[in-house]
């Protein structure tokens, strides 16, 4: 996703980010690498490994290497710390747009994942392919990587020209604001409503609070940056507008690369503790898979067939629920 990036380079160029911003960018790229290796270090060594957990992982890469990039970019776009070979600053705000737009991805699909999970939940326990998420990770590296490629060759190697480059823009645009962010408005949508229906019952399950704030969080603080990359750029604006909007981007899509890390620590945190809890602790807990439980599949069978013969087809049609599990205890 850098089709905006060969074109912004002559902005960039003329409108130098003020060193106040480029500071504060770089004090929450500091703080937000810190909390996302922390978050790499502790899924890759020393949490036991569900769906989610790898999509976090990933992300959590994706929020180390975008929030690397911005600093490093803002950094050498300053006179004071140059002249920089113009490649080198190429090549970081290159992997930025590619870890944005992985992000994007990655967010997007863990939250269309949970909602399958919540809409199909028998389905979702013994039907759901075992390497889904790894799967669906690596397609989406994948993706990120052939759109950056594609971006590369249409706005940078044929620069010449700028029909090609806009019209890629305007792919993206639809990738990003067609799908993907309706993707997660849609499921995020259906897990809130999922959450003030279980809430009301007990307490709902964390991965629920971490999928529902991290969505929101994105779609505050992060999607503005795409909103200049995309579309204001294209737009007969003042120039000082367009620098002013794109400066308090970066900063917002900072604060969320930097946010996430403490929003699996608060959520996973156990307010009736007293007692200091390693972070490690946190993060499972927060990113725990905890998926339907046997009586919320009765009731679910119940409902579409009639509770009259509930059991008899449930252990006639799905023998794994009583045999896993044995009978339904009340939750």
Request: net charge positive; aromatic share 12%.
């Amino acid at each position: 996703m850098m089709t905006i990036a060969a074109t912004t380079n002559s902005t960039e160029g003329e409108n130098v980010t003020p060193l106040g911003i480029v500071t504060i960018i770089v004090l929450l790229s500091l703080c937000g690498l810190a909390g996302n290796g922390t978050i790499v270090w502790f899924l890759k060594f020393g949490v036991k490994k569900n769906p989610y957990s790898i999509y976090i992982f990933n992300l959590a890469m994706a929020d180390f290497l975008f929030l690397l990039c911005m600093a490093l970019s803002n950094v050498l776009n300053r006179p004071e710390f140059g002249p920089w070979s113009q490649t080198i600053s190429e090549a970081f705000k290159r992997i930025t747009y590619l870890a944005y737009t992985l992000g994007l991805s990655l967010l997007a699909a863990i939250s269309t994942q949970r909602c399958l999970s919540v809409l199909f939940p028998i389905w979702y326990r013994y039907h759901r392919p075992q390497q889904l998420s790894p799967l669906v990770c690596a397609v989406l590296w994948l993706l990120a990587i052939l759109e950056n490629l594609v971006a590369i060759y249409f706005c940078v190697i044929q620069k010449e020209t700028k029909n090609p480059c806009q019209k890629v823009d305007l792919f993206f645009v639809f990738l990003i604001f067609g799908v993907f962010t309706p993707m997660m408005c849609v499921s995020g949508l259906i897990l809130f409503i999922k959450v003030r229906r279980v809430s009301s019952k007990r307490r709902p399950a964390r991965l629920y609070i971490t999928i529902l704030v991290t969505i929101l969080v994105f779609l505050i603080c992060a999607l503005p940056l795409a909103i200049h990359w995309f579309i204001l750029f294209w737009l007969n604006m003042s120039k000082r507008l367009k620098m002013i909007f794109y400066d308090v981007a970066k900063i917002f899509s900072c604060v969320n690369s930097t946010a996430n890390p403490i929003i699996y620590f608060m959520v996973g945190s156990q307010r009736d503790k007293r007692v200091h809890e390693p972070l490690r602790v946190r993060l499972a807990r927060a990113l725990g898979d905890e998926e339907t439980s046997p009586t919320e599949m009765m009731e679910l069978r119940s409902d579409r067939h009639g509770a009259q013969d509930g059991d008899e087809d449930t252990n006639e049609k799905f023998p794994g629920v009583t045999a896993r599990y044995g009978d339904p205890q009340p939750i």
